[in-house]
Nanobody
Framework: VQLQASGGGLVQAGASLRLSCVVS?????????MGWFRQAPGKEREFVAR????????IYANSFEGRFTISGDAAKNTVYLQKNSLKPEDTAVYYC????????????WGQGTQVTVSS
């Protein structure tokens, strides 16, 4: 199972970006939920948002609800993170992850995509 995150880049404050995460597997992979996390320089990794496989349940960390939107396409095994009104403090490496059950453990992780927001 591989998760490939993409869509990062260098943008100015106030801009928008959409990150994508594609899950590929040589066998059927029925993930339960996928999430986005981020890690800023010198800080611990933090949870951003997650979405259920059906797309019916989305959960956000309080800091991001309203500015970030998570969505998914289960048929394409792809999850997106739309980020609006970006701020310099949103600069971080963004990771996608997948879990197989309703536990707190994300088993599969992507390599991360760098987002840099200039002021």
């Amino acid at each position: 199972v591989q998760l490939q995150a993409s869509g990062g880049g260098l943008v100015q404050a106030g801009a928008s970006l959409r990150l994508s995460c594609v899950v590929s597997s040589g066998r059927a992979f029925n993930w339960y939920a996928m999430g986005w996390f981020r890690q800023a320089p010198g800080k611990e990794r933090e949870f951003v948002a997650r979405i259920s496989r059906s797309g019916g349940i989305t959960i956000y960390a309080n800091s991001f609800e309203g500015r970030f939107t998570i969505s998914g396409d289960a048929a394409k095994n792809t999850v997106y993170l739309q980020k609006n009104s970006l701020k310099p403090e949103d600069t971080a490496v963004y990771y996608c992850a997948a879990k197989l059950t309703d536990s707190t453990v994300y088993t599969y992780w992507g390599q991360g995509t760098q987002v840099t927001v200039s002021s």
